[in-house]
């Protein structure tokens, strides 16, 4: 089971990007997705999940109003658009797989995690 993110980059405060992670070797159809992040010298955190079907998420508060999550399952894929970025946003973004249906930010109930994607925003 491999999960790929991609779009990450160096972009300045105020822009957005847009984050992907296609998952190959499972269907991630019957179960949430989520993306977390570690920024440098800080552990790593919730910042947002995505029920199996979609029709539930749920942000972390630094994120809410700013960060949109959103999958196709037709694709095995979820997207994380990040709008209005700041420079607290600089970490390294990792997509997982949870192994239960309901958008949560529990870390111990995602057993598939990506390598990641950088993401910096300057100031």
């Known amino acids: 089971v491999q999960l790929q993110a991609s779009g990450g980059g160096l972009v300045q405060a105020g822009d957005s990007l847009r984050l992907s992670c296609a998952a190959s070797?499972?269907?991630?159809?019957?179960?949430?997705r989520g993306w977390f992040r570690r920024a440098p010298g800080k552990e790593r955190e919730f910042v947002a999940a995505?029920?199996?079907?979609?029709?539930?998420?749920t942000y972390a508060d630094s994120v809410k109003g700013r960060f949109t999550i959103s999958r196709d399952n037709a694709k095995n894929t979820v997207y994380l658009q990040m709008n209005s970025l700041i420079p607290e946003d600089t970490a390294v973004y990792f997509c997982a797989g949870a192994d239960v249906g309901i958008a949560t930010m529990n870390s111990a109930l995602y057993r598939y995690w990506g390598k990641g994607t950088q993401v910096t925003v300057s100031s």
């Open positions: 995505i029920s199996w079907r979609g029709g539930s998420t």
């Open positions: 070797g499972r269907t991630f159809s019957s179960s949430a």
